[in-house]
Each structure stands twice: as C-alpha cells, then as structure tokens.
C-alpha cells in the first residue's frame, strides 16, 4: 500500500466520522423537537435558530465536563468499554450505501460483515458493568447481554430471508433488485421483524430495559460521565441511523421508488436525497414510538422475543426459502401468508394482553375485598 493509498483511506475514515458526527447532532434535534410536538411543547428553542445549535452546545458541555472515575473500578476495562462499542457502530458503515454510487467498499459479502461485526458491542456493555464495579451496573449489563442476543437472532433472520430472496449479500445488488417491486411488499412480515428487532437491538424505548433512562439507575452506564457517557450516547444514535438507513435499503427501494429519470453525478446526488429523506422518516417513527409506548419488563421483552418473534421468523424463512426452492410457485404467495402471519400475532398478543388486564383487575378487586372484609372485622 502507497502512501497515497492511505492517505486515500484516511481522509475516507475522517470524512465517514465527520458525516456521522453531524448527522448525530441532527438527530439529537430532530428528536427533541418531534418528542416536543408529540407532547405539545416548543422543544429547545434558544441556542440558535429553532434551536438548531442545542446539541452543539450539549457536545461541548459534556467534552469539558468533569470525569469522575470511581476508584474501585477496573480501569482498564472500564475506559476500553465505550471504545468496544463505538468501533463496530462505526465500521458497519464501510459497506453502507449512502445513495447510488456512495459506499466506501462494496462488499459481494456485505450484510454478513453488518451481522458480524453489529454483535460485537454487546462485549462492551458487558465490560461497562463490569469494569464500573456497581451491582447496579453489573445488572445492566447481563440485562443488555440477554436482550440483544435474544433479539439478534429475529434480526438476522430478517435479513436472511432477503438474502434468499435476492440470492445476494451485497446491499447495492439487493436495492438494485428492487427497482421494480420493493421488499415491503413481498416480505411485509420480515419488515416488522427487522424493525421491531432492531429497536431492540438499540435499546430505545419500549426495549430500554438495561438502559432504565427515566429511571434512578442508568443501567451498564451508571458510573460513566462526561466524554465517556458521551461515546455510548454517539454509538446510539449512529446506531438508530444505521438500523433506519438498512430498513430503507432492505426494504423501502433504497434509492429506487421514485426511480430517477437522470444520469451522472447529478443522479448520484439525487439518490443519495432519496435514501437521506426515507432514513429521516423511518428515524421520526422510531421517536414517534418512544413517545407513544411505555417500557416492557424484562419478563415481557424476553417472552415477546422468544415466543412471538423468533418463531415467527423461523417460519419466515422456512416460506421464503420453499417458494424460491421451488420455482412453480408464484411469488405473490409469499406476501399473503406474511399477512396472515401478521395477523395471527397480532390477535395473539391481543388476547395475551387483554387475559394480562383481566388478571389484573381480579387481583385488584379481590385485594380490595379482602381489605374491606378486614375493616368490617375490626369495627
């Protein structure tokens, strides 16, 4: 390698984190102001224009906070934990398309290297409770631990069926494939496994479990603050733009729908628009969630994984693959039983819940019996 080569490399890397960087920034606003909206409130409007220099000013304040590091921590691990999981959310993007001729390196095994190296930052919330020390923070960690390799496995599959369906890893190959048809409308039910597990996957609200952000406890991030809470929180959000950015090239059509009647640099520029608008409106549902629905239990979000959605998945992909398998079967099979699938959960979760509510009330109401007939007893 040249050292025009690494030049070449490094100026890459520096633009890819500047980019990332500023779209953070963009996101910490977009969610204030649309959380605001939900909750008919103006949202930050004071540092710049509708309050657009606010996460600028939230960057410097927590770069120059103070750092207070416990002294029965295991040092070495607790500074490696936010490096652990910062890495692989910035690496994802050497395969990521941002548009039709933007991606660093188009990999034939792209989404393979997403699965593979998307996994590695459950290590470093494991070594954020860990290395802090904090029975608190030991919890949070084994709590993210068992959530995201739980949820894993339905977001893999997800991606699986596409890559049968496509019969390709390379992300470029699979939006270009959908120039016609996009996957949402053949794999309805693998979109709403993808989504689903990949809230779960960034551990926003309704899956925040090992988080507990509105609550006295900050999970494997408890002990950690100024620049170093500052690296989980920068993971997070590029994290929430990547799982957006993948649901739109997966399948929303990428840069495809609508398709671009130019060629050139000037078609490249569009589509590039294209995919940034999709991303930004898959990014607005997923703070539109987090203001809707409250936090599951822990108990919830493990039987919701393990009985609802991994089965789910499983037959999925055993569809997807017998309809491709076999060649006489039309295509069109395939997005009426992920409805019927759909469906089917649906009316089970109801009924689960609805059972859940009764229960409740009959407990309530027997408790409440039992203190009126105390009270009767006494007098």
């Excluded at 925040?208 to 993971?235: C, N």
């Excluded at 000037?266 to 809707?292: N, P, Y």
């Amino acid at each position: 390698m040249s050292i025009a080569d690494l030049f070449n490399y490094m100026s890459y890397v520096f633009g890819l984190f500047l980019s990332l960087t500023l779209i953070v920034l963009l996101l910490v606003w977009l969610e204030r102001k649309v959380l605001a909206r939900i909750q008919m409130r103006m949202g930050p409007m004071r540092v710049g224009f509708h309050g657009a220099l606010q996460p600028i000013a939230d960057a410097i304040k927590l770069i120059s906070k103070e750092d207070i590091l416990p002294a029965w921590t295991d040092k070495l691990v607790y500074w490696f934990a936010p490096i652990v999981v910062f890495v692989p959310a910035f690496l994802l993007w050497v395969t990521i398309p941002f548009g039709k001729n933007m991606v660093i390196r188009s990999l034939d095994l792209g989404l393979f290297f997403i699965v593979a190296i998307s996994v590695l930052s459950v290590l470093g919330l494991i070594m954020a409770g860990w290395g802090s020390a904090n029975k608190y923070a030991v919890l949070g960690g084994l709590r993210a631990a068992g959530q995201l390799i739980s949820y894993e496995i339905p977001l893999i599959m997800a991606i699986l069926t596409i890559a049968i369906l496509h019969q390709s890893l390379n992300l470029v190959e699979i939006v270009d494939k959908q120039s016609q048809i996009p996957n949402i409308f053949i794999q309805p039910l693998g979109l709403v496994l993808f989504f689903i597990a990949g809230l779960a996957e960034l551990g926003r609200t309704p899956f925040d479990i090992h988080h507990a952000e509105s609550e006295v406890v900050g999970g494997p991030f408890v002990e950690y603050s100024g620049a170093h809470w500052s690296v989980f929180f920068l993971a997070e959000y590029i994290n929430t733009f990547t799982i957006s950015i993948l649901t739109v090239l997966l399948f929303l059509g990428g840069w495809h729908w609508p398709n671009i009647p130019f060629s050139g640099n000037l078609q490249t520029v569009l589509s590039v628009f294209v995919v940034l608008i999709k991303t930004i409106l898959v990014v607005i549902v997923i703070f539109w969630i987090r203001a809707t629905y409250p936090r599951l239990r822990i108990d919830q979000l493990m039987s919701f994984g393990w009985k609802m959605l991994i089965p789910m998945a499983f037959i999925n992909v055993t569809i997807t693959a017998c309809i491709v398998y076999y060649d006489e079967l039309p295509l069109w099979i395939l997005p009426i039983l992920s409805i019927i699938l759909l469906v089917l959960g649906a009316v089970i979760i109801q009924r689960k819940f609805s059972k859940n509510i009764t229960s409740t009330i009959e407990v309530i109401s027997s408790k409440s019996l039992l203190k009126e007939k105390s009270e009767v007893n006494i007098n």
